[in-house]
């Protein structure tokens, strides 16, 4: 997995490093100081799987910042990570594209889980900001199984809570259906143009959302659901959990 930190606070991103390696202790670092820079080094070949944008950099405004980064970047998941907690800030964030608003007063953990829930597919926000009119507003056009209160206060918890079908983004949907085939977490990164480390979260997540412990079992579990899982036999033995 490839993570793109764009923050103009070298200390900052020198913890940052430090928290991410939970996420994926494999994961490749780019840094950025400057917008300018962050739209440059997103641009390098083979890409980035995420975005941690600081919205206090030189460069351009904020707003001008997000937009020129959010359009290179496409469907890449981008991160507000951020001092400036204004509830109309992270309602504007959002609306230009941005997959999630972290305060950097959070700690690790919930860091970690809120970036867990964005690559899965979902979108976070700071749970003390979610009854704002504003950016409740906005709940109703997250991803199916993200558009709670406390799907948003505990990431981690989403899928568990959720129903089991429901819980699962579009892009969890495509991965069960390969697991289905048989595919390996490489032939589904290659298939669906992802790093295996952002397979691997996937394959977590529907993992947990259908309470099993191993891909035999999800794809089980999705016929029994009457879950379209593309068809084709699943992997011998079960494989265990990435």
Partial sequence: MRILIADDHGLFRDGLRLVLTELDPALEILEASTFDEAITRASEPPGVDLVLLDLVMPGMTWNEGLTA?????????????????????????VRLGASGFIPKTSSSK??????????????????????????ASLKAA?????????????PAATAMNSPA??????????VLGLLGQGKSNKEIARVLDLSEGTVKL???AILKALKVHNRTGAVVA?????????????????????
């Fill in 142 to 154: 997250l991803p199916l199984g993200m558009n709670s209160a406390e799907a948003m206060a505990d």
């Fill in 110 to 135: 919930v860091m970690i889980g809120a970036l867990r829930l964005v690559l899965s597919g979902g979108v976070y926000l700071p749970p003390a900001l979610l009854e704002d009119g504003e950016v």
């Fill in 165 to 174: 079908a429901a819980s699962l983004t579009p892009r969890q949907r495509e």
């Fill in 69 to 93: 980064l959010k359009q290179r970047v496409g469907e890449t998941p981008l991160v507000v990570l951020t001092a400036a907690e204004d509830r109309r800030l992270v309602a504007d964030a």
């Fill in 202 to 204: 996937h394959v977590t």
């Fill in 222 to 242: 999705a016929a029994r659901l009457g879950f379209p899982t593309g068809g084709g036999p699943a992997r011998a033995g079960g494989e265990p959990l990435p």
